[in-house]
């Protein structure tokens, strides 16, 4: 099985550049999420969505985008790059957040390392 | 708002147990999760926690007291490759959000 998989994994921009980052996942979850990750501020969520058509900002939204068209992808946009988004960008998808017999754990992909210069 | 805490860095010996703590505090409340993250790698799940109590999983377990907002997970007989970050993380969801901890450097020494 797939998983959850993001491409690209390395990515250089200059500041200013737009660029889109992918992720699709082949379990059916319906809730999916992008965090980004820095030294010492661990995971910091950006967007999420709890099902197709619906999304919503999370902890540090802005300069970034998203939409979810389809139930697989989960694509993450950065309108115009600048050098404080360098970071590495982890996408991760679950079944449900609605606990239960269902633990609602995260699946994440392997990551997308990204460099404003 | 949110806030999880959790100590920076810890170091332990091989073979020892070591214990790292959680506190908390959301506006919403539906289970703990703990990750584990080796360097370079994507976080993997660990434990999960809804109730009070102590759920085990072979060298590792995780404690909940959710009037203390509070956990810990406990690593026994400590391997070199248990050295990685340890990630605490809360379901808060009145947000539908999953909110992370800064994460605990755990160091194994020989």
């Known amino acids: 099985n797939a998983g959850v998989t993001q491409t690209p994994k390395f990515q250089v921009l200059k500041t200013g550049q737009s660029m889109t980052l992918q992720c699709a996942q082949d379990?059916?979850?319906?809730?999916m999420s992008w965090y980004r990750q820095d030294p010492g501020m661990g995971l910091r969520l950006i967007h999420y969505s709890v099902g197709a058509g619906i999304t919503d900002q999370g902890e540090v939204p802005n300069g970034y985008n998203v939409s979810r068209s389809t139930t697989e992808d989960f694509p993450l946009r950065l309108l115009s790059a600048a050098p404080s988004q360098t970071s590495v960008y982890f996408c991760?998808?679950?079944?449900?957040?609605?606990?239960?017999?269902?633990?609602?754990?995260?699946?994440f992909g392997e990551g997308s390392r990204l460099t404003v210069l | 708002g949110q806030n999880i805490d959790q100590p920076t860095e810890m170091t332990a010996t091989e073979g020892a147990i070591v214990q790292i703590n959680c506190t908390y505090q959301t506006s919403g409340f539906n289970g703990l999760f703990w990750y584990q993250q080796h360097a370079g790698e994507a976080p993997t799940f660990l434990s999960y926690n809804v109730l009070d109590g102590l759920e085990e999983k072979g060298r590792f377990s995780s404690f909940l007291s959710r009037s203390k907002g509070y956990s810990y997970l406990l690593l026994k007989e400590l391997q070199m490759k248990d050295s990685a970050s340890y990630l605490c993380?809360?379901?808060?969801?009145?947000?539908?959000?999953?909110?992370f901890g800064q994460g605990t450097e755990l160091s194994v020494k020989p």
């Open positions: 993380a809360v379901w808060d969801n009145q947000g539908g959000k999953l909110i």
């Open positions: 991760a998808s679950s079944y449900s957040i609605w606990g239960g017999t269902n633990t609602g754990e995260l699946f």
């Open positions: 379990m059916n979850h319906e809730y």
